[in-house]
Nanobody, 118 residues
Framework: QVQLVESGGGLVQAGGSLRLSCAASGRTFSYYTMGWFRQAPGKEREFVAHITWSGGSTYYADSVKGRFTISRDNAKNTVYLQMNSLKPEDTAVYYC???????????WGQGTQVTVSS
């Protein structure tokens, strides 16, 4: 019902910025909470941020709070993750998710690689 495609990943130096995009299909997009998750090699999936359908409520992991900003444009069926002051520990594959309650029962994109060098 919902398909997600991430883009915007790449290689950036520590202290730099990057903006990820997630394009969603389906007229039900606006009903979903949109979240960003990441997974580094050898580590479990980690929550990064999410935003409700209205955009009125956002939540961030402590590790990214103050550096990352999540936003969405329902007219464009797109969610963004603006990442500033990037650190090497931010290196991971970043995944976009759409879900109503739990990300374990939602839709996922293919992921986009973010690599932060020292």
């Amino acid at each position: 019902q919902v398909q997600l495609v991430e883009s915007g990943g790449g290689l950036v130096q520590a202290g730099g910025s990057l903006r990820l995009s997630c394009a969603a299909s389906g007229r039900t997009f606006s009903y979903y909470t949109m979240g960003w998750f990441r997974q580094a090699p050898g580590k479990e999936r980690e929550f990064v941020a999410h935003i409700t359908w209205s955009g009125g409520s956002t939540y961030y992991a402590d590790s990214v709070k103050g550096r990352f900003t999540i936003s969405r444009d329902n007219a464009k069926n797109t969610v963004y993750l603006q990442m500033n002051s990037l650190k090497p520990e931010d290196t991971a594959v970043y995944y976009c998710a759409a879900y109503l309650s739990s990300p374990d029962h939602g839709y996922w994109g293919q992921g986009t690689q973010v690599t932060v060098s020292s």
